[in-house]
DNA sequence: ACACGTGTTATGCG
DNA sequence: TCGCATAACACGTG
């Protein structure tokens, strides 16, 4: 699920439950998910200090901790392809925890990756099948483009700058713009017009302006509904599907090396361009 | 059984 | 060296 709307439904998690709780316990179980892993790691950095902030770039999450003395590292999360957040008191979920998937409950304890023990009983744990998410101790952000929320269009056009990529690859690029993943991507792209394999390159002005408005609207629209999967285009990407717009059929493709979906009519050709 | 996937990174090619 | 495309990672799901 995670790509921004699905991280900052997770920070929100994480501000709402887990700050200025001091940390009683530390469970990096998993080493492969939890890196660097030395052992004691997580427990020598987290245990004492308490949480103090919750920030996020793209789909990556800092964690500021301090103790009574002073700053501790930041707790790095990112969820990687299916990785949520959840956190438990004694009565079970208290938030993050969804009814369809209930994530929280033991029979899912084979799929914690980090947990965080707090005084008052709670419990923040990573939960993640794949184990493509990871948990690290102060995260280097500083390869991560703009924000896709809040990224202006000066700085949008700046960052997709003059490549013979395909656009689609451009906007998944995380150094470029940071948050946007494939659902996003096809998303974004389908609300403009515009055809994923265009080399960025070779889009006009109007279009890269018409791009950056239909990515944040993409985004807003999947923020206030709940994820990137409530996307209107999401529903067409399956075989047989139809533009929900002009009832052409979607093309499916392979661009930046994931699975695209653009309306055959709409978004071929020289549409969005010259 | 087999292909696929809402992500990131290392490797390979021109 | 640069920039882009692909493979690899891990494992549940259809």
């Known amino acids: 699920m995670p790509e921004l709307p699905e991280v900052e439904s997770a920070r929100g998690v994480l501000a709402g439950c887990t700050l ?6 530390v469970d990096d179980v998993d080493s492969y998910v939890c890196r660097p892993h030395r052992a004691e790691d997580f427990r020598d950095a987290l245990v004492g200090a308490r949480f103090t902030g919750v920030h996020r770039q793209g ?7 301090r103790d009574d003395t002073g700053s501790r590292p930041a707790l790095g999360l990112h969820l ?4 949520r957040l959840v956190v438990t008191d004694a009565d079970g979920p208290l938030a993050g925890g969804d009814s369809t998937h209930g994530l929280a409950g033991p029979a899912h304890a084979r799929w914690f990756r980090l947990s965080v023990h707090f005084a008052d009983g709670r419990t923040l ?3 993640d099948k794949r184990r493509l998410g990871r948990a690290v101790l102060d995260p280097d952000l500083s390869r991560l483009g703009p924000d896709a929320l809040d990224v202006g269009l000066a700085a949008f056009r700046a960052a997709l700058g ?11 690029d ?7 993943g494939n659902l996003l991507a096809d998303e974004t792209l389908w609300r403009a017009r515009i055809d994923p394999a265009t080399p960025t390159v070779e889009l006009p002005d109007p279009a890269i302006t018409t791009l950056h408005r239909s990515m944040r609207a993409a985004v807003q629209h999947a923020l206030r509904h709940g994820g990137s999967h409530t996307g209107r285009v999401i ?8 533009c929900p717009r002009c009832g052409a059929p979607m093309r ?3 661009i930046g090396g994931r699975t695209t979906w653009s309306c055959s009519a709409e978004q071929g050709g020289d549409a969005g361009r010259g």
């Open 125 to 127: 744990h990573l939960v």
């Open 59 to 65: 789909k990556s999450l800092l964690i500021r901790a």
């Open 174 to 180: 995380q150094s470029v713009i940071a948050g946007i």
């Open 252 to 254: 499916r493709a392979r």
């Open 80 to 83: 990687g392809m299916g990785g």
């Open 235 to 242: 529903p067409a990407r399956v075989a047989g599907g139809s």
């Open 20 to 25: 200025r709780r001091a940390i009683v316990a």
């Open 162 to 172: 003059a490549s013979k990529a395909p656009v689609k690859a451009r906007l998944m």
